[in-house]
C-alpha cells in the first residue's frame, strides 16, 4: 500500500485456499484452486463517531496441487473467493493491496451500492469489490481478539483493490474513507420490497457522449430494491426490451397533458397495488399528484402542488413584499390601470411565465418598450398559458436548496452556491437569459447564514402546505443590518420525491 510500513509484529500471516470460479454464458467453469497467502492487519476505529472500520489486507496468489495443500482452510464459499475471482489477473505471483470494509453493528446496507457510490472517484482506489449481503444482514466485529481472516469476513459488504500511487498512506486512505463513510449507512432492519410508479420516462441517456440524464435515479431504484413502472407514451425508448434492466415494467398510456391526463394515468394504474406514485418531469407534476389523490395513495394536498408551481400565487404567500403584478396579454400592458400600477415599479423589472422551469422564458427588461417586446413574445410562443409576472428585478447572490421532509421534520437539507447568469450582468440585454452557469456545493456561506437560508425555506415549504417529500428550492438573498442575510424568494416546489428547476428570478 506504497508507504505504508506493516510492522511485523502487528501482522498475522495465514495461507487459505480459495476456488477460482469463472462464469461463461453457456456453463460454469472451475479452474483450478489458487493458494491465497494473505498478510493483514486490523486496527480499530477509534474516533467518534465511527461508523466503520477497515482491514489492510495484502494478497498473493499461487497455483495449488499438492496433497499438502488439502490440510489448508478452505475459504470456498466466502467473501475471500468474491475477492480472489476480482483481484487474480493481478495477485498472481504480485503482492495486492486490498482494505476490507468492516461494519459496526448488526444490520442490512441502506442501499445494495453503497460502497461503490460513495468510493466512486477515490483518488485511491481502483475498484471496489462488493461481497454478498446475507439474508440475515452483516454482523458486527467480533468483540474479541480474533486470529483468523475469515472471522472478520461476515462483517464486510465489500473491499476496495488499491491504486499503486505515491500519496497513498495508511492515513490518507482513513481519512478517504471516513469522508466518504461518515453516515449511518447500515440499517438495523431490511428494507421491504416497494413497488413505485413514475410518469415521464425522461429523455435516453448516451454514457458514451457523456449523457447521464436521470440514469442515477433508475440505478438509486435498483439498489434500493425499488420495482419500477414507468408510465409514458407507446414507442418511448424505456418499452424497449433492451432497457428492462432499468424498469419493471412499461405502461403505455396517451400523456397529454390536458383535463383528462389524472384519469388516464390512475385508470392504467388501478388495481396494481403500487405503493407510490411521483415524477420527474416538471410538466406532469399535478397531473401526477392529481392521480395520486385519486388512487389513494401518499401525496400532500393537490392544492399546494398548485400553489407552489404557479409563480404569481406562490410570491403572494412567501414574498409578498416585494412588487409584483399579473397579466395574461401584452395589450393589458395599455390598459390604464396596469400602467399607473407599472408607475410605481422600478426597473429593472423581471417577467416570467407564471408557471414553467430551467428559466425559460425569463427575461429582465429596462424599459417599457422592453416590457412591451418581451411580454409579446411570451404570448406568442405559448408561455402565457398560466399568467405572466411582472416584479422587481432582486439582486444579490443566490442559493439552490435540496430538502428532504418527512411528516413535517427536515430529514436532509443542502445548500449550494449558485454563480450569476448572462442576465444578472449590469449591461444585460433583453436577450440575456437566467440559465445557469456554475455552482458551488457545498455552499461557502457562514454558518449562521446558511442557518437563516434553512430556517426561511422550511418555513416557506410548511407554509404552502407540504409535510413529507423532497424538495428543491432556488432562492435569492440580501443582507440585513444585523448581517444575516434573509432570502427574498423561493422557487417553484416538486411532487413528491420529485427535483425539478425553476427560475432564477
Request: charged share 25%.
Amino acid at each position: 500500500m506504497g508507504s505504508i510500513n506493516i510492522r511485523e509484529e502487528t501482522v498475522v500471516g495465514r495461507v487459505l485456499l480459495a476456488s477460482d470460479v469463472s462464469d461463461t454464458l453457456a456453463e460454469v467453469v472451475t479452474a483450478a484452486p489458487a493458494k491465497v497467502s494473505c498478510r493483514w492487519r486490523f486496527e480499530p476505529a477509534v474516533e467518534e463517531p465511527r461508523f466503520s472500520h477497515s482491514l489492510d489486507l495484502f494478497l498473493r496468489l499461487a497455483p495449488t496441487s499438492s496433497a499438502e495443500d488439502s490440510r489448508i482452510p478452505s475459504a470456498t464459499g466466502t467473501a475471500l473467493e468474491h475477492l480472489v475471482r476480482a483481484i487474480r489477473p493481478l495477485a498472481e505471483d504480485v503482492e495486492v493491496a486490498t482494505s476490507v470494509i468492516l461494519v459496526l453493528r448488526h444490520g442490512f446496507l441502506c442501499r445494495s451500492d453503497i460502497i461503490s457510490l460513495r468510493l466512486r472517484d477515490s483518488d485511491y482506489v481502483k475498484l471496489v469489490i462488493p461481497f454478498p449481503s446475507p439474508d440475515s444482514g452483516f454482523v458486527p466485529v467480533p468483540a474479541q481478539e480474533v486470529k483468523s481472516l475469515l472471522a472478520f469476513l461476515p462483517s464486510s459488504p465489500g473491499a476496495l483493490l488499491l491504486k499503486q500511487v505515491p500519496a497513498l498512506t495508511s492515513e490518507s486512505l482513513k481519512r478517504d474513507l471516513t469522508v466518504r463513510l461518515s453516515f449511518d449507512w447500515i440499517l438495523p432492519t431490511k428494507p421491504a420490497r416497494r413497488k413505485i410508479a413514475m410518469v415521464g420516462g425522461r429523455p435516453v441517456f448516451d454514457m458514451s457522449k457523456g449523457s447521464f440524464g436521470h440514469r442515477g435515479a433508475y440505478e438509486a431504484a435498483k439498489a434500493l430494491n425499488i420495482s419500477m413502472a414507468i408510465v409514458d407514451h407507446p414507442g418511448h425508448w424505456l418499452q424497449d426490451e433492451t432497457y428492462s434492466y432499468i424498469r419493471d415494467e412499461f405502461i403505455a398510456i396517451d400523456v397529454t397533458d390536458d383535463a383528462g391526463l389524472p384519469g388516464r394515468i390512475a385508470c392504467a394504474l388501478k388495481g396494481k397495488e403500487f405503493d407510490g406514485l411521483l415524477t420527474l418531469s416538471d410538466e406532469f407534476v399535478l397531473p401526477t399528484a392529481k392521480a395520486a389523490e385519486i388512487l389513494g395513495l401518499p401525496t400532500d394536498p393537490v392544492a399546494s402542488y398548485v400553489q407552489a408551481h404557479n409563480k404569481y400565487e406562490a410570491r403572494q404567500l412567501l414574498s409578498p413584499n416585494i412588487q409584483n403584478l399579473l397579466v395574461d396579454s401584452a395589450a393589458q400592458l395599455d390598459d390604464p390601470s396596469i400602467t399607473a400600477e407599472l408607475q410605481s415599479f422600478k426597473y429593472p423589472l423581471i417577467v416570467k411565465p407564471c408557471r414553467g422551469g430551467g428559466s425559460r422564458g425569463v427575461r429582465k427588461v429596462n424599459d417599457a418598450l422592453s416590457l412591451h417586446q418581451v411580454v409579446q413574445t411570451l404570448e406568442e410562443t405559448g408561455f402565457s398559458k398560466q399568467g405572466i409576472l411582472i416584479e422587481t428585478y432582486a439582486d444579490g447572490p443566490e442559493v439552490d436548496a435540496n430538502f428532504v421532509l418527512w411528516e413535517g421534520e427536515v430529514l436532509f437539507c443542502e445548500i449550494s452556491d449558485d454563480f450569476p447568469s448572462p442576465a444578472d450582468a449590469s449591461d444585460a440585454s433583453v436577450s440575456d437569459n437566467f440559465a445557469e452557469t456554475l455552482m458551488m456545493l457545498p455552499s461557502r456561506l457562514d454558518p449562521e447564514e446558511l442557518q437563516a437560508i434553512k430556517s426561511s425555506l422550511y418555513q416557506s415549504l410548511l407554509k404552502l402546505g407540504f409535510r413529507s417529500g423532497v424538495f428543491h428550492l432556488e432562492a435569492g438573498y440580501r443582507t440585513l443590518l444585523c448581517g444575516i442575510r434573509r432570502p427574498t424568494a423561493s422557487s417553484n416546489l416538486p411532487t413528491r420525491g420529485q427535483p425539478c428547476a425553476a427560475s432564477q428570478k
